[in-house]
Nanobody
Framework: QVQLVESGGGLVQTGGSLRLSCAASGRIVAINDMAWYRQAPGKQRELVAVISSGGSTNYAESVKGRFTISRDNAKNTVYLQMNSLKPEDTAVYLC??????????????WGQGTQVTVSS
């Protein structure tokens, strides 16, 4: 079975920083895109950042210049470095990966979500 395990969420003051991690485990042949989404109460789920297998990145306009997505392919892990945090960044952050398990075709997998709260 494939599992995505997230860590790094928590409570931080406005202007502070957090680094989220998400590690994919199981019999995985390859991982293409890895992404971070977020969803605040009463809001639509939003794509925050995505990184391809080759390292190309894209960001939501609201986080450009503040957040950085990266990956460690040897560890099957994606990171989200969040700096200059604002209260509007408060949300459940969800990790997603498009990957191929052993003996199966590509499919999307999701982490459990981790809460990020930015106090004002």
């Amino acid at each position: 079975q494939v599992q995505l395990v997230e860590s790094g969420g928590g409570l931080v003051q406005t202007g502070g920083s957090l680094r989220l991690s998400c590690a994919a485990s199981g019999r995985i042949v390859a991982i293409n895109d890895m992404a971070w989404y977020r969803q605040a109460p009463g809001k639509q789920r939003e794509l925050v950042a995505v990184i391809s297998s080759g390292g190309s990145t894209n960001y939501a306009e609201s986080v450009k210049g503040r957040f950085t997505i990266s990956r460690d392919n040897a560890k099957n892990t994606v990171y989200l470095q969040m700096n200059s945090l604002k209260p509007e960044d408060t949300a459940v952050y969800l990790c997603s990966a498009h990957l191929r398990p052993r003996y199966l075709d590509y499919d999307s997998y999701w982490g459990q979500g981790t809460q990020v709260t930015v106090s004002s």
